[in-house]
C-alpha cells in the first residue's frame, strides 16, 4: 500500500478502521444532503453555509477555548491555508448548482475521487497503486452512470464544479499532509473558525442578508444538527481517520456520499427509485472495494516476504 504521506508501521487493522471511518462520515454528509438544501433555500447558499460555520465555531470557542488561546503559529497557518481550500469548495459548490443540476454537480464533483490521486502523484512524485487507480476508475465510472441523463452539455455551472472537484481534491490532500505535522483536533477547530471567518464575508459581498423571520423553529434545528454532526463531527473524524490511512483511500470512501444521499432521499420519499442510480451506485461500492483490497495485498506481501 502507497502510505508516503503515513508515519511507518500502521497496522492493517488501523487503515481499515481509519477507513471505515470515513464510512461513517460519508453516511453523516449522506444524511445531511436533504437537510443541507431545505437550508440552502429557506435561507441562501452561502449564508446557510456560513452560518452553520459559525454555530459551530461559538459552540468550539465556547467548550474548547485553550485550543484557540494556546495554539502556535504553525497551527493557525495550516488552518487557514485548509479553511481557504475549503471555502473554495463551499463557493464552486453553491455556484456551480446556480448554472448546473445537483445531479450533474454530484457527478463532477467525485471526479476527486481520480483527481487525488494523479495530484497526489504530480505533487510528491509517488506512484498510487494499480489497485488504487482501479478502484478510483470504476467509482468514477459509478458516479458517471448515477449522475448522467440523455442530452448533458458542459456549461458554466458544470465548470464551475469542476474547479469545486479540484478545489477538494486539494482539500484531502492537504488534510493529509496536515494532520501528520499538528494535531487533529487543533486543525478541526481553527480550520472551522477560520472557515466561517471566510465565508460570512463572501456572503455579505454576494448574498443579502437573510431575513430573521426564515429562521423558523424547522431551520434553526436543522442548523444546528448540521452544525454539530455534518461540521463538528465529521471533520473530527475525517482529520484523525487522515492519519492512518491515505488522501486516496480518502476521496474514495468519501465519494459513497452520494450513494447514501440518494438511498436516504429515496427512503424518505424524496426522489423515486432510479435504476440507473443503483447500478451507479453499485458500481461505486466495487470501486471502493478495490481500492480496499490493496490494504489485504499489502499486508500479504508483508506476511509473505
Not at 502510505?3 to 470515513?22: F, Q, W
Not at 448546473?100 to 504530480?122: D, E
Not at 464544479?161 to 483536533?185: C, D, E, G, K, T
Not at 451506485?281 to 481500492?291: N, R, S, Y
Amino acid at each position: 500500500m502507497n502510505t508516503d504521506n503515513l508515519p511507518h508501521k500502521i497496522s492493517v487493522r488501523r487503515i481499515l478502521a481509519a477507513d471505515l471511518s470515513l464510512l461513517l462520515v460519508s453516511l453523516i454528509w449522506g444524511a445531511g444532503v436533504p437537510m443541507s438544501a431545505l437550508l440552502a433555500r429557506a435561507i441562501t447558499p452561502l449564508w446557510s453555509i456560513a452560518l452553520r460555520m459559525v454555530v459551530a465555531s461559538v459552540c468550539l470557542f465556547v467548550i474548547f477555548p485553550k485550543r484557540f488561546i494556546s495554539a502556535t503559529r504553525l497551527e493557525w497557518s495550516l488552518s487557514f491555508r485548509q479553511a481557504a481550500i475549503t471555502a473554495a469548495v463551499f463557493v464552486f459548490m453553491a455556484f456551480g448548482l446556480v448554472y448546473s443540476t445537483a445531479s450533474k454537480q454530484a457527478f463532477i464533483g467525485g471526479l476527486n475521487v481520480i483527481f487525488v490521486p494523479l495530484l497526489w502523484w504530480a505533487l510528491f512524485k509517488t506512484r498510487p497503486s494499480h489497485w488504487l487507480f482501479a478502484g478510483a476508475a470504476v467509482t468514477t465510472v459509478g458516479l458517471l452512470v448515477m449522475g448522467f441523463t440523455p442530452g448533458m452539455r458542459f456549461n458554466f455551472g458544470d465548470f464551475l464544479s469542476l474547479l469545486m472537484a479540484l478545489a477538494y481534491s486539494a482539500q484531502i490532500i492537504n488534510a493529509s499532509h496536515s494532520v501528520q505535522r499538528i494535531n487533529p483536533f487543533s486543525l478541526v477547530v481553527l480550520h472551522i473558525v477560520l472557515l466561517a471567518a471566510i465565508l460570512t464575508v463572501l456572503a455579505f459581498v454576494f448574498e443579502p442578508l437573510p431575513d430573521i423571520a426564515l429562521f423558523t423553529p424547522k431551520v434553526c434545528i436543522v442548523l444546528a444538527i448540521l452544525s454539530l454532526f455534518n461540521t463538528i463531527i465529521c471533520f473530527i473524524i475525517q482529520f484523525y481517520a487522515q492519519r492512518y490511512t491515505s488522501a486516496a483511500h480518502t476521496a474514495i470512501v468519501c465519494s459513497l456520499e452520494g450513494l447514501f444521499g440518494y438511498i436516504i432521499t429515496v427512503a424518505s420519499g424524496q426522489d423515486p427509485f432510479n435504476m440507473q442510480c443503483a447500478v451507479g451506485g453499485l458500481m461505486t461500492v466495487i470501486g471502493t472495494f478495490i481500492a480496499e483490497a490493496e490494504v489485504f495485498t499489502a499486508s500479504h506481501g508483508k506476511k509473505t516476504s
